[in-house]
């Protein structure tokens, strides 16, 4: 068992919340524990699905199980039943804070208008210049 690998009184409280599988015959050769351990392990953490170790299965059976229970919701089933029990054992404390501080961005920030010379005008004053390139010398003698 690794180090942040579920416990036994853990996956005791887990395993009747999870799906029943449908298939029938063979048995799987990766325990569920083994392939949630996995899943827990990547977003512990946050290594690619390739990088999971090989203790908890191979890494594509560990990101098949992960993402047909997010499509399918049995994740956020889990968690609601898991959050409505620690709620109602008074084990959640439900405290709001509200910040009202209001972020402003600074005058020079993108977007701002500046004071004095608009972009269009400094345009306008680098086309009235003298031209200094060499073809523009020999068109005016």
Request: aromatic share 8%; with cysteine.
């Amino acid at each position: 068992m690794g180090r942040g690998d579920l416990t036994n009184t853990q996956w005791d409280r887990l395993k009747p919340l999870l799906p029943l599988g449908k298939k029938q015959g063979r048995p799987p050769t990766w325990t569920r524990r083994q392939l949630i351990d996995g899943i827990r392990w990547r977003t512990r953490v946050g290594a690619p699905w390739r990088d999971v170790p090989e203790r908890y299965g191979p890494w594509d059976r560990v990101y098949d199980l992960f993402r047909r229970w997010q499509r399918n919701g049995t994740w956020k089933r889990i968690f609601v039943q898991l959050q409505a029990e620690a709620d109602g054992k008074g084990l959640i404390t439900w405290d709001v804070s509200v910040d009202s501080t209001v972020a402003r961005a600074h005058q020079h920030a993108a977007g701002a208008r500046k004071k004095g010379i608009c972009r269009r005008s400094r345009l306008a004053a680098s086309s009235l210049s003298p031209t200094t390139t060499a073809s523009d010398g020999r068109v005016a003698a």
